[in-house]
């Protein structure tokens, strides 16, 4: 069966139900023409509401109704064949399937886009290079406004060759190159706002558990961690910092070691941490906050809330993050302010639970 | 600055990079023609892979060499006009940032969609349904081949007005109506083996926890139970079935009931609840599987492998899911065998760790 076949309205294989069209081809400007009785040059002025055009009410209003009682839908190609941009934002993602995150991105991105008359075409290339360069040709060809280019985490990133020839901002990652505009979570306000929910309650001996992997966000929550204790005035101590991997097998391995240290309090480097830290203190008969505080980051949904107790942790801001890229690429009011390098930060919120209570003196 | 002065390739404000072309116009048809010192005609007829077109090789090799040397772009949009169907394929999400499911269906869907020269044209509605009814409205105006409209969690669903314009598939969802093409996870069967697991391992007094919420799945998996203990020789019990909301929070509130009922085994509604049900078990002083086998449903990501013993669960195909739509959609070979009611059911895959192991006989 070909597609033409299938288009006109018989059922196909398998039991699909197909769409049963009332008339033999697509509604066309000259069928509204037609049955307004008016030419199509006056339907099409009507159709894209040109403001100069000198047309009586009367006209309009009969295009209108022959508009509706045939139901002729323009065709959004033919548009952007005379504006040269479509209405598209293109959005490539490298991990939709592997995180929640990359989610959060698309609805912040799509939200904004649609305020603006736009509507986001997404790639999702699970950090497949070809897929990726197949997929920022596609958008070219379908003439977007301009191309986001998002990272699951954030990260340094190169900017593909084909990438250059569109409007594009970075969206959780960032190049190297002067001036490439990018939208980042504030990892630095993000942990120190960590810390400082331990500080308030008491803490003095507070524990970081970094990731034992490189990135923008180890470095940006251990500088966080520090300007936090200055601003409490409490002396920085090396031996409490750690590193684990960043997952509950890293949390719950690193729990001896952090007893070992003396911490009464702690904060990890994500909510998974956490999460097997708190499985490993439970082991060592230990109940939190009673025992140990624990501040998490990321603010996961399936995890941070649903801990015993819930978990005080940080939002990582990807709704956010993906609003803001369309606000920068548009150059739109509310934009947020980039820094001389060209990256744009993001405000990281708290969010506090029951898994931190003031420490009671010595 | 208007958007035309953005484009010309002077920095935006705030420090935006913009795209600097080598030329003042896009490269057209009629540059190539004129580069290689052809005919407008000759360009076209290359460009578009006529097969039947007689031309020298000699002067396909000095058109492909302007083209390269051009930077020559073929209009997606200007084939569209031409074909009267586009490249896209639209995907109706309704909840892309709530669920890490729906980026599973998204990723199946694209790679599925890409392997046959389409796009995918997704559109988040998180529940909205006017935005629904404009996305599809969008979708319809970009001439998409068809449509995926899908849902996060498995449900009955009323099909939107404009869907019925285009050829569709209900991902993750279906229709009253009959022969409404649709694929769903095989509920039953993923019940069924989830069940399996537990009475393989010689447990007779297995507990069912389903979910307090009407859901095909809560049928579905309640009927899959009952077959695995009917395959085992095991006689039902109703005692043993109970209901909790499906979170963390219900699995942890249904642990007293559970251990008051005798079992030696339990089957989780999902792997949250199984979570819950892990720190209510621990505070009972009881482990798991010694104590208790556990059993869950969905393989969610961050949560079931990283449990303390990892859990033994089920998977949801969402990947196939949206790879199979796209099958149905184009009535390719290797779609899904649709039932009598046009509904395609696909398999949900055992997933077994450490959280069962054999019982010792009594």
């Known amino acids: 069966m070909t597609s033409m076949e299938s288009r006109s309205g018989k059922p196909g294989p398998k039991g699909l139900s197909r769409r049963i ?32 055009a000198r047309i009586a009410e009367e006209t309009k209003q009969r295009v209108k109704d022959a508009i509706r009682a045939l139901g002729y839908r323009p065709n959004a190609m033919a548009k952007t064949l005379v ?38 075409l997404i790639a999702n290339t699970e950090g497949n290079g070809e897929l990726e360069q ?6 070219l060809e379908y003439k977007v406004r301009g191309i986001l280019y998002s990272t699951w985490f954030h990260r340094q990133t ?14 959780n990652c960032f190049s190297k190159e002067p001036e490439s505009p990018a939208v980042v979570p504030d990892e630095v306000q993000g ?29 940006g929550r251990l500088l ?9 005035g409490i002396p920085f101590d090396p031996d409490l910092v750690m590193e684990a991997y960043p997952d509950q097998e890293g949390g719950y391995g690193a729990t001896p070691e952090l007893l070992h240290r003396g911490a009464t309090a702690v904060y990890c ?31 996961q949904e399936v995890i941070a809330a649903h801990l015993r107790p819930p978990l005080s942790t940080v939002s990582l801001p990807h709704y956010e993050l993906g609003a803001a890229g369309v606000r920068m690429l548009l150059e739109l ?15 990281c919120p708290p969010v506090e639970r029951t898994s931190v209570k003031a420490r009671a003196r010595a």
Chains 1, 2 share one sequence.
């Open 224 to 232: 966080g961690y520090r300007e936090a204790l200055e601003e409490a």
């Open 333 to 347: 009011d509310g934009a947020p302010e980039a820094a001389s390098d060209g990256v744009a930060r993001i405000y």
């Open 158 to 171: 190169d900017i593909p060759a084909p990438l250059r020839e569109a409007d594009f901002v970075l969206v």
């Open 21 to 52: 069209p009332e008339r033999a081809h697509p509604v066309t400007l000259r069928d509204v023409a037609e049955a307004a009785g008016v030419s199509t040059a006056t339907v099409s002025l009507i159709v894209n509401k040109k403001k100069d």
């Open 191 to 219: 942990g120190r706002s960590a810390t400082a929910i331990l500080a308030r309650h008491g803490h003095r001996r507070i524990a970081f558990i970094n990731a034992t992997i490189p990135a923008p966000a180890k470095d």
């Open 83 to 120: 504006s040269g941009t479509s209405r598209f934002i293109g959005l490539v993602a490298d991990g939709v399937a592997t995180t929640p995150f990359a989610g959060q991105i698309i609805h912040g991105a799509q939200d904004e886009a649609w305020k603006h008359g736009y509507a986001l």
């Open 134 to 139: 197949d997929a920022i040709q596609m958008m």
């Open 269 to 299: 480097y994500n909510d998974r941490m956490a999460m097997g830290l708190y499985d490993g203190l439970r082991e060592h008969g230990l109940s939190i906050p009673d025992d140990m505080a624990v501040v998490g980051f990321d603010n």
